[in-house]
Each structure stands twice: as C-alpha cells, then as structure tokens.
C-alpha cells in the first residue's frame, strides 16, 4: 500500500540522549516535512525538504537536524534530547509539480523526553 | 507571513445536528485554505480545499467549507453530524507563492453527543 511509514510508533528517551525518527514514502514526491504536534498549538513545521539533497529550516528547527540522500527517506535527528522535545512527530510529503498543495502525512511517532 | 485562529478548541454537538468549526486566517498574499482531519492516533487526513475559483469547496464526508476574502475565513459546515465525526479538526493556510508551506491552528476537537 502507497503511503508513508514512520518509526518508532512510540519511544521513551532520557534527557541527552539522541534519538532518529524514521520517515520513508513510496510515492516518489519530491518534498517532504517534519513536523511537530503540540496540544494547542497545532502542527508546527521543523524542517522540510524539496528535492534530494536539500534540506531548509521551519518555523521550529533548533535541537533538530534533518538529511534527504535519497527520494523516499528523510530522517529527523535529535542530537541531545530534552523534555521541552516531547510531543508527537508527523512526516509529510508532496509531489509539488503534480499537486503542490496537498500534503499526506504519515500516522506519527510519539516521543516522551524524561 | 500567515496565521491560522481557530475559534473554540472544543466543540460539542449532538447527533444529526449542525457543525460548524470556525476558521480566520491572516496571509500578505493570496492563501490556499486546507481542513485536515485527524482521528485518535492517527495521522492528518485532506478533508477538502481551497485554491481558486469556486468558493464553497466540498469535501469528504459531506463537509463542505466557504472561503470568504472579505472576513478572511474558511468556516468548516456539515448539515448533519454523525458519531464517526469525532475527531480533531486542522485548519492551514499557504501562500501560493511560498511553495506548500503549511502553517496550521492550533486544532479543534469535536465532540457528538448521541
């Protein structure tokens, strides 16, 4: 089935720890999108991705760090997590030739930082 | 710049009647309009949009929505609400000339009382 998948579904991490959430799609888009959700303030983009080997900065990127080697994946790192980091993390994409203004989402990862 | 305000983060119908899930946005340009929909753990589904043309957009699920310039909404309606409708409610904005960066409020939960 087309879409995209993330991983870990959840994860506990200790403060300074890093931690990778992993974001692959299927689709062959061009962009892609980390963002964060917050109770309250809705989806926040981190960083984002519009082709393979770039990468730009959101509205909320320090502490996090993204990479984009290839078409399908787009890894979001934190180098050393803190508790102001918890929050549920969605990947998105879009083929923003075909269809630039709409985005799928992937079903997110929920991050606890103790 | 662009902003998202969704009036109300809880709202609470009965079943069969009337939803409507307000929407304000602030855009320098021209805006593409989204609702996204998200039921419990689960990822952002596309309910319906706004780019040009045609200012009431029908969406998925019988949900239909108004893009209005003069109020700078986008109001989300459905005549008659049914259980399945219980989800968190995203409204966002783009700038067409910005690519698809989404910048999204801060959500609204709907409840349908039986």
């Known amino acids: 089935i087309a879409g995209i998948t993330q991983a870990p579904t959840s994860q506990i991490l200790a403060a300074g720890r890093r931690m990778t959430l992993r974001c692959t799609q299927d689709m062959r888009h061009n962009a892609m999108y980390w963002y964060r959700q917050d109770l309250g303030l809705g989806l926040r983009l981190i960083h984002y991705?519009?082709?393979?080997?770039?990468?730009g900065k959101g509205e909320v990127p320090d502490g996090y760090s993204v990479s984009r080697a290839n078409t399908d994946d787009f890894p979001l790192t934190l180098a050393s997590a803190v508790p102001s980091q918890t929050s549920v993390y969605f990947c998105?994409?879009?083929?923003?030739?075909?269809?630039?203004?709409?985005?799928?989402f992937g079903p997110g990862t929920r991050l606890t930082v103790l | 710049a662009q902003s998202v305000t969704q009036l109300g983060s809880h709202v609470s119908v009965s079943e069969g009647a009337l939803v409507l899930l307000r929407c304000n946005y602030s855009?320098?340009?021209?805006?593409?309009l989204f609702w996204y929909v998200q039921y419990p753990n689960q990822g952002l589904q596309l309910l319906l949009k706004y780019t040009t043309g045609a200012t009431l957009v029908k969406g998925i699920n019988g949900f239909e929505a108004e893009f209005k310039k003069s109020e700078t909404s986008f109001h989300l309606t459905k005549p008659s609400a049914h259980m399945s409708d219980a989800a968190e409610y995203f409204c966002a904005v783009s700038a067409r000339r910005a690519g698809n960066m989404l910048t999204f409020g801060g959500g609204t939960r709907l409840m349908v009382k039986p």
């Open positions: 998105a994409s879009s083929d923003t030739l075909a269809a630039p203004d709409t985005q799928y």
């Open positions: 991705s519009n082709t393979a080997g770039t990468t």
């Open positions: 855009s320098s340009v021209p805006p593409y």
